[in-house]
């Protein structure tokens, strides 16, 4: 952490205290740490207690030292933003990015990683604002660190506990080694099943979310990384900032990708693009007194052999969704599709298309293999990058 710079929120909960204990760990580590405390912070712990440890003056208020224009100037030098402790009302200021104090406005004004650690009683943990909250600040992207099971202030057990300093530290240490190494890179990204039309209100398409393809985008942007997403049908919000074209059909897929293409460093493709498409679309709705319709099939573009075609410098990524023998299937697709790497993705049984969590390997040239092990679609994508790049730094 030597002369990284972190600017740490503390807010008004009694888990205060240990922010402080906090501070000084991240000091110890040679870190260089900006402290702002909320009004209610200040309740628990004062200002001077923060200062002496982190040898500098701590940050109460907008209004100090105004010419220096104080949140601009914190916002800019955070390479990490962890607020510890969250309170539920610090949460719900954060989901709906206001701004009537300090703390509120560098969360706003930064583009450094932000993570938060929420403590509070059980009850205000579990009501469905806050977790609504929350649910809001991890789809943008926000580290939450969950808070523990223990022994609460007001002499009850439960959830509600701040996680445990070394859980602090360990994300703290994971946002600063990640952040931004993918700057510079122009990554694109196919995700999401297609839709290929029977007629006006029926489909050919299968059970993609798009979910790891979303995770892959949301992951290289807090990296540094442009983002160029194409998006079949799916309910779910791509990350903000990526640049989405939402498509319907592999064909919309095709033109969406080749009218980006040209400059992705990075590309992944992990669409479940439907192979085949009715030859024809009807015009109007079939009807059911109309006699058995048969449904006359076509091959859809292969969208990433295509891209394998002309590479023009980009390192091409597929993913292999299969159910049985994985990796000799998986190995098939990389020379077949001339990719430089291939993820390998157990589609069978509970790993099925929507499933929560996932498993993944990478695979590349005639050996090479990495394991990913499995976990949420979130914390693959943040693995699959670190994997990516090196294999792309091997390769340079
Ligand atoms: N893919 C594509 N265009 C298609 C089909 C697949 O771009 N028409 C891409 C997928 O996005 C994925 C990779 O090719 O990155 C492999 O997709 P997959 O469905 O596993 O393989 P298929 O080529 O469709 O082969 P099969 O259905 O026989 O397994």
């Known amino acids: 952490m030597n002369g990284r710079r972190i600017v740490l929120g503390v807010s008004g909960g009694i888990a205060a205290y240990k922010a402080a204990a906090l501070a000084s760990r991240l000091v110890q580590r040679g870190a260089e740490v900006e402290v702002i405390l909320t009004e209610d912070a200040q309740r628990f712990v004062g200002?001077?207690?923060?200062?002496?440890l982190v040898r500098r003056p701590v940050?109460?208020?907008?209004?100090?030292?105004v010419e220096e224009i104080p949140h601009i100037r914190l916002a800019r030098e955070a390479e990490v933003l962890a607020i510890v402790p969250a309170t539920a009302n610090t949460i719900a200021q954060l989901a709906a990015?206001?701004?009537?104090?300090?703390l509120g406005n560098v969360a706003l004004a930064t583009r450094a990683p932000l993570m938060i650690a929420p403590a509070m009683n059980t009850v205000m943990l579990e009501h469905a604002a806050t977790q609504a909250n929350l649910a809001t600040l991890r789809a943008r992207g926000v580290t939450?660190?969950?808070?523990?099971?223990?022994?609460?202030?007001?002499?009850?057990?439960?959830?509600?506990?701040?996680?445990?300093?070394?859980?602090?530290?360990?994300?703290?240490?994971?946002?600063?080694?990640?952040?931004?190494d993918l700057a510079g890179e122009r990554v694109l990204i196919t995700a999401g099943p297609t839709r290929e039309a029977i007629d006006p209100v029926r489909f050919l398409s299968n059970a993609a979310t798009g979910t790891q393809g979303i995770e892959l985008a949301r992951e290289a942007l807090a990296r540094g990384a442009e983002v160029d997403l194409v998006l079949g049908p799916?309910?779910?919000?791509?990350?903000?900032?990526?640049?989405?074209?939402?498509?319907?059909?592999?064909?919309?897929?095709?033109?969406?990708?080749?009218?980006?293409?040209?400059?992705?460093?990075v590309t992944i493709a992990t669409a479940a693009v439907a192979d085949w498409r009715p030859a024809v679309a009807h015009a109007r709705k079939v009807k059911k007194t109309e006699s058995q319709p048969a449904i006359a099939l076509e091959p859809n573009p292969d969208i990433l052999a295509e891209l394998g075609t002309r590479k023009n410098g980009t390192f091409l990524?597929?993913?292999?969704?299969?159910?049985?023998?994985?990796?000799?299937?998986?190995?098939?697709?990389?020379?077949?599709?001339?990719?430089?790497?291939?993820?390998?993705?157990?589609?069978?049984?509970?790993?099925?298309?929507g499933a929560v969590d996932n498993a993944l390997v990478l695979l590349w040239g005639a050996h090479g293999r990495r394991d990913l092990g499995s976990g949420s679609k979130r914390e693959l994508a943040a693995r699959l990058w670190d994997a990516i790049l090196d294999l792309k730094r091997q390769r340079a």
């Open 47 to 52: 200002a001077a207690t923060f200062a002496a």
């Open 59 to 65: 940050h109460t208020s907008l209004w100090e030292r």
């Open 97 to 102: 990015g206001l701004a009537h104090d300090l």
């Open 144 to 180: 939450i660190v969950e808070p523990g099971v223990g022994f609460l202030a007001e002499r009850e057990h439960g959830p509600g506990r701040l996680a445990d300093e070394e859980q602090l530290i360990e994300a703290i240490e994971s946002l600063l080694r990640r952040a931004q």
């Open 234 to 265: 799916t309910p779910l919000e791509p990350p903000p900032g990526a640049r989405t074209i939402r498509v319907t059909s592999a064909r919309e897929m095709e033109a969406a990708v080749r009218e980006r293409a040209a400059d992705a460093t």
């Open 317 to 353: 990524i597929g993913f292999a969704a299969e159910t049985e023998a994985l990796e000799a299937n998986a190995r098939e697709k990389l020379v077949r599709k001339n990719c430089d790497a291939i993820v390998v993705n157990d589609v069978s049984g509970e790993r099925a298309f």
